[in-house]
């Protein structure tokens, strides 16, 4: 991952206006670029992902990809760039699948923000410890997926530059499937039920596994 860059673009307003949103956005890129030209830095591409809070405003979670390692661009000139309130960059030196990592991340929902001041001893929740928008650690409950109900119907909830390869979707049976990662390690796995009236009408099975011939190189596969 020393070709990747994990930022965060946040408001100092409660921004809640999505038609200015991705507008916002690509202002910050266009001028991204030009910062990373006139310093002799290369272009990079990039995943950008709108995540909306439970009060309403927005901001963005951002996935620069570079060439090659990863420039060091200062907090505060990321931050004069969007000028549009505070700006973190988060390491994913020890992330291991990245796919699943950020979109968990962009998924979950911390349990007071889903459903307010709940004694979590109470409500039998477990705490995890997390780290802060300024690297301070604390304690926090999570819920899974929460955050999905929070985009509007139709909402695109990432986009991306045009150098980005999308990944290669094709249809087989699940020997099949098995027998295309065999061998391979499995990275992360879930299993969804859709039922309706308490009847189970279909089952999807997510699995992701990790081929890696050295421990530098890494290809993540879904099934």
Same mark, same amino acid.
């Given at each position: 991952?020393?070709?990747?860059?994990?930022?965060? *673009?946040?408001?100092?307003?409660?921004?809640?206006?999505?038609?200015?949103?991705?507008? !916002? =956005? $690509?202002?910050?890129?266009?001028?991204?670029q030009y910062y990373l030209r006139i310093n002799g830095l290369p272009k990079c591409e990039y995943i950008v992902a709108?995540?909306?809070?439970?009060?309403?405003?927005?901001?963005?979670?951002?996935?620069? @990809? =570079?060439?090659?390692?990863?420039?060091? &661009?200062?907090?505060?000139?990321?931050?004069?760039?969007? /000028?549009?309130? =505070?700006?973190?960059?988060?390491?994913?030196?020890?992330? !291991?699948? %990245?796919? %699943?990592? @950020?979109?968990?991340?962009?998924? !979950?929902?911390?349990?007071?923000?889903?459903? /307010?001041?709940?004694d979590l001893k109470d409500a039998k929740i477990k705490e995890v410890t997390t780290t802060d928008e300024h690297n301070?650690?604390?304690?926090?409950? &999570?819920?899974?997926?929460?955050?999905?109900?929070?985009?509007?119907?139709?909402?695109?909830?990432?986009?991306?530059?045009?150098?980005?390869?999308?990944?290669?979707?094709?249809?087989?049976?699940?020997?099949?499937?098995?027998?295309?990662?065999? /061998?391979?390690? *499995?990275?992360?796995?879930?299993?969804?039920?859709?039922?309706?009236?308490?009847?189970?009408?279909?089952?999807? $099975?997510?699995? $992701?596994?990790?081929?890696?011939?050295?421990?530098?190189? /890494? %290809?993540?596969?879904?099934?």
């Open positions: 991952m020393k070709k990747c860059l994990w930022i965060t *673009l946040t408001y100092a307003e409660n921004m809640t206006d999505t038609k200015r949103l991705y507008n !916002d =956005f $690509h202002k910050f890129n266009m001028r991204l709108a995540e909306p809070q439970g009060r309403g405003a927005w901001h963005f979670h951002l996935l620069l @990809l =570079f060439p090659k390692k990863a420039p060091f &661009i200062p907090n505060a000139e990321l931050a004069r760039i969007w /000028g549009k309130g =505070f700006v973190k960059v988060t390491s994913l030196k020890n992330v !291991d699948n %990245v796919g %699943v990592y @950020l979109t968990a991340y962009l998924g !979950d929902m911390d349990f007071m923000e889903a459903f /307010g001041n709940v301070n650690k604390r304690k926090k409950a &999570i819920v899974k997926g929460a955050r999905l109900k929070l985009y509007p119907t139709g909402f695109r909830i990432y986009r991306c530059s045009r150098g980005i390869k999308k990944p290669v979707i094709y249809e087989c049976t699940e020997a099949e499937a098995m027998e295309s990662v065999k /061998g391979q390690a *499995l990275t992360f796995e879930k299993t969804i039920q859709l039922s309706e009236d308490g009847e189970i009408f279909n089952v999807i $099975h997510y699995r $992701h596994y990790n081929r890696k011939p050295n421990k530098k190189k /890494g %290809v993540s596969r879904e099934e």
